[in-house]
């Protein structure tokens, strides 16, 4: 069940048992990662609760946090459905790239096929924050490059910062 209230005429919040969660670390695991997660293919909000209890059980990571669930309409490619849009803070040792890989694997895992830029997806993973860093390489930039400029990352980052 979820709560749902209205920003705007275009923005939406969802509110569920899991959506905003928040506990204490209990694993030793070096480096705090922001993952922005988001979708607009089938029933994404069932996926995001259905990636939560993944994360749970996956040792390599230990969820921390999670925002409120935003919808907001699709940006670049625009003849498309709206987006749902959360963020998650995990506790990992593994290093980015390696992150980043295991990332890919869970999208691939829920269905994402990759055809163009900013295509329909189920399920969308990206590091938004890892522990402080700076990287630029060829497939990997950390912070994410427009994350202060997105909505659908400003929103519910705003819950999990606090």
Request: without cysteine; positive net charge.
């Amino acid at each position: 069940m979820y709560i749902k209230r209205s920003i705007n005429e275009k923005l939406k919040t969802f509110y569920s048992l899991r959506f905003p969660f928040s506990t204490s670390p209990k694993h030793t695991h070096r480096y705090e990662v922001v993952v922005g997660i988001g979708g607009n293919v089938g029933d994404v909000k069932r996926r995001f609760e259905h990636l939560y209890f993944e994360l749970k059980r996956e040792k390599r990571v230990e969820l921390i946090k999670t925002s409120l669930i935003l919808k907001n309409p699709p940006f670049g490619y625009e003849k498309q459905d709206d987006f749902f849009n959360s963020i998650i803070v995990l506790k990992t040792s593994a290093q980015p790239k390696e992150f980043l890989a295991y990332l890919m694997r869970l999208e691939k895992k829920f269905g994402r096929k990759r055809s163009f830029a900013n295509a329909p997806r189920t399920l969308d993973l990206d590091i938004i924050f890892f522990d402080n860093r700076s990287i630029k390489s060829k497939n990997l930039t950390i912070p994410h490059p427009s994350w202060s400029e997105r909505e659908s990352v400003v929103i519910p980052l705003a819950g999990v910062m606090r």
